[in-house]
């Protein structure tokens, strides 16, 4: 069990939006750390969705954001595309465990 | 611009050293960022290796620290992983990447990925 928490899947149809949680603790996010999450399609290398827990790099679309509060993380997706379906991670850093990476969750386009 | 390249052995023996490099073109590794190393075994999650700034500084997992060393070689712009006493358990995908402005953790430019299988 990963120490960055994320559902292991969510789903929604076109064009709704959803949300992927991840919840960490007092010696990751609760204790200032960055946020940021990827985006894995099937047999490619991950890309970055978003750092420094709310900042999209360049080329990636206004449809996704993330937030930070507390001992949590979120990321959402708006207007969802049939070329959402993949695998998302959240990863932050550990006071006592250095980078972490969340276990993961499937998102699945209906 | 910025371009990796993982590149070393495909199989490596139990109890032996997975050896990694990562070439950069389009960017000097001497300029600035932290230079990592994430790994995937085979239907699993991503997992952070560690990260070195062009300076040597680095930052390790606990969970391999006892196993792990990053290397970086400014004069070839590449930067190097080095996994002792390996098993089966250290079947991946191996990624190089390089961060954010700043952070140690975070992997912004990656590049292909090199499967590395441990086997007899």
């Known amino acids: 069990q990963s120490v960055l928490t994320q559902p292991p899947s969510v789903s929604g149809a076109p064009g709704q939006r959803v949300t992927i949680s991840c919840t960490g603790s007092?010696?990751?996010?609760?204790?200032?750390?960055?946020v940021h999450w990827y985006q894995q399609l099937p047999g490619t290398a991950p890309k970055l969705l978003i750092y420094?827990?709310?900042n999209r790099p360049s080329g990636v679309p206004d449809r996704f954001s993330g937030s930070k509060s507390g001992t949590s993380a979120s990321l959402a997706i708006t207007g969802l595309q049939a070329e959402d379906e993949a695998d998302y991670y959240c990863?932050?850093?550990?006071?006592?465990?250095?980078?972490?990476f969340g276990g993961g969750t499937k998102l699945t386009v209906l | 611009q910025v371009q990796l390249q993982e590149s070393g052995p495909g199989l490596v023996k139990p109890s032996e050293t997975l050896s990694l490099t990562c070439a950069v073109s389009?960017?000097?590794?001497?300029?600035?960022?932290?230079w990592g190393w994430i790994r995937q075994p085979p239907g699993k999650g991503l997992e952070w290796i560690g990260s070195i700034y062009h300076s040597g500084s680095t930052y390790y997992n606990p969970s391999l620290k006892s196993r792990v060393t990053i290397s970086v070689d400014t004069s070839k712009n590449h930067f190097s992983l080095k996994l002792s006493s390996v098993t089966a358990a250290d079947t991946a995908v191996y990624y190089c990447?390089?961060?954010?402005?700043?952070?140690?953790?975070?992997?912004?430019?990656w590049g292909k990925g090199t499967t590395v299988t441990v086997s007899s």
């Open positions: 007092s010696s990751n996010i609760g204790a200032g750390y960055d």
């Open positions: 420094g827990n709310s």
């Open positions: 990447a390089r961060g954010t402005h700043g952070s140690v953790v975070s992997a912004e430019v």
């Open positions: 990863q932050s850093y550990d006071s006592r465990l250095s980078g972490l």
């Open positions: 389009g960017y000097s590794i001497s300029s600035d960022y932290y």
